[in-house]
T-cell receptor, first 113, second 114 residues
Framework: NAGVTQTPKFQVLKTGQSMTLQCAQD?????MSWYRQDPGMGLRLIHY???????DQGEVPNGYNVSRSTTEDFPLRLLSAAPSQTSVYFC????????????FGPGTRLTVL | DQQVKQNSPSLSVQEGRISILNCDYT??????FLWYKKYPAEGPTFLIS?????DKNEDGRFTVFLNKSAKHLSLHIVPSQPGDSAVYFC?????????????FGKGTRLHILP
């Protein structure tokens, strides 16, 4: 049981480049979410999904796209990276939404130059 | 506008003593609260939660207290151990509203001193 996996662990992008952060879980959880953590800012919800084919916006969705074609995978896409998107990104999954324990991945540290 | 506030960025406590981490919220629709713990270079891990129908929930060394009238909750760790040194995040959601979003505080870094 791998839990929640995220790739890559580290990434450096130039302004304007695009990339996809991968997230996968093997616990058959319906709820998945993406957060970013910035120094002194806590965790902020970017997008979330309550099941395959269903996604919705969180607190800070601008500049990010998501899709959920399978229960296992929930990729986060940056269409045109900006320095303000430099952050640590965490993916999480849960069996019962935010009211149940969310299992977090190890994070992806992204730097946009 | 911060809806979940953790006003102490850091806290130092002697090993064996009680650690008390505080959290305030402003949104009266919040009715479900969680605490997560985070070590450096790892993802957060769930610690304990409480629904607004309770005012206390215990799990081993960890107890969360909720004061709805003051919109305040606290996490007590007794006794504090070296492995408790981490960043603790308070989080809140509106369960009755069937809100699928969660709002985290900025975190409190707890240092357990030997």
């Amino acid at each position: 049981n791998a839990g929640v996996t995220q790739t890559p662990k580290f990434q450096v992008l130039k302004t304007g480049q695009s990339m996809t952060l991968q997230c996968a879980q093997d616990m058959n959880h319906e709820y998945m979410s993406w957060y970013r953590q910035d120094p002194g800012m806590g965790l902020r919800l970017i997008h979330y999904s309550v099941g395959a084919g269903i996604t919705d916006q969180g607190e800070v969705p601008n500049g990010y796209n998501v899709s959920r074609s399978t229960t296992e995978d929930f990729p986060l896409r940056l269409l045109s990276a900006a320095p303000s998107q430099t952050s640590v990104y965490f993916c999480a999954s849960s069996a019962g939404g935010v009211y149940n324990e969310q299992f977090f991945g190890p994070g992806t540290r992204l730097t946009v130059l | 506008d911060q809806q979940v506030k953790q006003n102490s960025p850091s806290l130092s406590v002697q090993e064996g003593r009680i650690s008390i981490l505080n959290c305030d919220y402003t949104n009266s629709m919040f009715d479900y609260f969680l605490w997560y713990k985070k070590y450096p270079a790892e993802g957060p891990t769930f610690l304990i939660s409480i629904s607004s129908i309770k005012d206390k929930n215990e799990d081993g060394r960890f107890t969360v207290f909720l004061n709805k009238s003051a919109k305040h909750l606290s996490l007590h760790i007794v006794p504090s151990q070296p492995g408790d040194s981490a960043v603790y995040f308070c989080a809140a959601s509106a369960l009755l509203n069937r809100d699928d979003k969660i709002i985290f505080g900025k975190g409190t870094r707890l240092h357990i001193l030997p």
